[in-house]
């Protein structure tokens, strides 16, 4: 099956400190990864793509096909990422898998 | 900038109601998606089309089906609503060419269902 795994439903730092929002995937053939973020009373928006290897917000994320695994992090969170934070694995026909999500809460 | 408009933040319906979301999208995009989002299950594909009056079930498609007479709107249809059906539902539009492409989502309808 493929699928997205996000094992954290919620994530709790302080401002200033790193964060890691863990991604694994599953797929049979070359994954197209993506993360979505949701910030609160917005709608649902692309924070960033594997492909475009860009850093968005101070947020990177690197493909790692050995342990399948598509990490969102950043070295010192903000007060304004406190959101909900959505892997999505392309498949098909411009299809989505998404996986189940991770609150990321950034405490002053 | 691309504007997906869904035609009510919240509804409450009885129970064996017929019920309409109607999404409407201005980017004239070949792909449309119908979605819901549940605490713990994160987003979940419903109804799919890639081109008017074509439509593909997603991974949860029981009791809903879906129109698509215009390129730019898509509705969800729920045959006879129950209240499991109580959920947030997403619409997200693409284009359907060049590749794996950004989906651009509505703000969501609220459904309460008693």
């Known amino acids: 099956a493929q699928r997205v795994t996000q094992p954290e439903k919620l994530l709790s730092v302080f401002k200033g400190a790193p964060v890691e929002l863990k991604c694994n995937y599953s797929y049979s053939g070359s994954p197209e990864l993506f993360w979505y973020v949701q910030y609160s009373r917005q709608r649902l928006q692309l924070l960033l793509r594997?492909?475009s290897r860009e850093s968005i917000k101070g947020f990177t994320a690197d493909l790692n096909k050995g342990e399948t695994s598509f990490h969102l992090k950043k070295p010192f969170a903000q007060e304004e990422d406190s959101a909900m934070y959505y892997c999505?694995?392309?498949?098909?026909?411009?299809?989505?898998?998404f996986g189940s999500g991770t609150k990321l809460n950034v405490k002053p | 900038d691309v504007k997906v408009t869904q035609s009510s933040r919240y509804l409450v319906k009885r129970t064996g109601e017929k019920v309409f979301l109607e999404c409407v999208q201005d980017m004239d995009h070949e792909n449309m998606f119908w979605y819901r989002q549940d605490p713990g299950l994160g987003l979940r594909l419903i109804y799919f089309?890639?081109?008017?009056?074509?439509?593909e079930k997603g991974d949860i498609p029981e009791g809903y089906s879906v129109s698509r007479e215009k390129k730019e709107r898509f509705s969800l249809i729920l045959e006879s609503a129950s209240t499991n059906q109580t959920s947030m539902y997403l619409c997200a539009s693409s284009p359907g060419h060049g590749g794996m492409n950004e989906q651009y989502f509505g703000p969501g309808t609220r459904l309460t269902v008693t």
């Open positions: 999505a694995l392309g498949h098909g026909f411009n299809k989505f898998y």
């Open positions: 089309s890639y081109d008017v009056k074509m439509k």
């Open positions: 594997h492909i």
